[in-house]
C-alpha cells in the first residue's frame, strides 16, 4: 500500500469482554495540537475462553467509502465504510451504544467506556461525524492501539 496521510485515526485504548474501546480522532490542529474526538466501541471476539479480546478490523491503514448501508434491524443509512480489510467486508463507522450493537463495527458515542460497558449518545456522535464529512466521499483512517504522534 503507498503512503497516505490518514485523516481519521482509531485509537484502541481499552480491549474487555464488553467491547474494545477506543477513540476516533480528527481535525487536528497543528498549531495547538487539540483535535475533535469521540468515544468509540467495537465487538469483542475471543478465539478461546481464556484468551484475549480483539477486534475484527486490524490494526492498519484503510480507506474509508462512503455509501448506503442497511444493517439487520433498521432501514437504509449513509456511512463510510472501511475497506480493504483482509478477509472481511462491511465494516461500518455506525451508531451503537453495546458490544452486541456491533459485528465488526465501530460505533461512536460521545462519552463512555469500559467502566460504563457501554458509549452513551451514539445517534448524536455519528449525526456529528458524518455532517464533518457531508462533502467526503472517500477518505483514510489509521487503525491503531496506540496514540500517532501526531494525536501525543
Known sequence: ????????????????????????????????????????????????????????????????VKGVHQLEHGGPFTAFEVTGVAGHSGILIHPGNFNKDSNGCVLTGTHGGPEDKQIFDSKAAFDEFMTRFKDVNEMWIDVSTDYPEKAA
Open 1 to 64: 500500500m503507498s503512503q497516505v496521510d490518514p485523516e481519521v485515526y482509531l485509537i484502541r485504548t481499552d480491549h474487555t469482554k464488553d467491547g474494545i474501546f477506543g477513540e476516533l480522532a480528527y481535525d487536528f490542529n497543528d498549531n495547538t495540537g487539540g483535535y475533535k474526538s469521540f468515544a468509540t466501541l467495537e465487538h469483542a471476539y475471543q478465539d478461546k475462553p481464556d484468551g484475549p479480546y480483539y477486534p475484527k478490523l486490524p490494526d492498519g491503514t484503510y480507506k474509508l
